[in-house]
């Protein structure tokens, strides 16, 4: 194996990055932030001090129900930067921080949380690009598949 493949650009990661091909959310794409960049993870450590005790499993841990409350908050101030492709309605849906917001914190859209999820990891293996190439290789294969046929 070349070391190189394991290599993945940190600073796109914390730039963040268009991901497109989500399972779940059709034509929408995300540009989000890597789950290991290092605004994510400082954010997600500051949050994880401040639980208290009630906050907090016998050994120390995160209760559950706050592990989930923070993802949330950190997949929306962190992690989600822009979207695009998304209708209310059929009219176009432009990013709007507040119902990211609520997309993120509501068990509710646990499905949009898990894409957003979904999409950080694969900007924090560097596949970001890889996976609008093989996007592209696949609608150009699709389109001569179409053409062969008619």
Do not use: C
């Amino acid at each position: 194996m070349d070391i190189s493949a394991l290599k993945r650009d940190s600073k796109a990661a914390e730039a963040g990055e268009w991901v497109s091909d989500i399972p779940g959310l059709e034509d929408a794409r995300l540009r989000v932030r890597g789950l290991a960049s290092p605004t994510v993870v400082a954010l997600r450590s500051r949050k994880e001090r401040k639980v208290s005790r009630e906050g907090r499993e016998r050994d120390g841990s995160l209760k559950p129900e706050v592990a989930m409350r923070i993802l949330g908050e950190v997949l929306h101030e962190a992690v989600l930067l822009e979207w695009d492709g998304f209708t209310d309605g059929g009219n176009p849906l432009p990013y709007d921080a507040d119902l990211a917001k609520e997309w993120l914190t509501n068990p509710d859209y646990m499905a949009f949380a898990d894409a957003v999820t979904w999409a950080a990891s694969v900007v924090d293996k560097g596949r970001a690009d890889y996976q609008a190439d093989a996007e592209g290789n696949s609608k150009r294969s699709s389109h001569a598949a179409s053409l062969a046929t008619t």
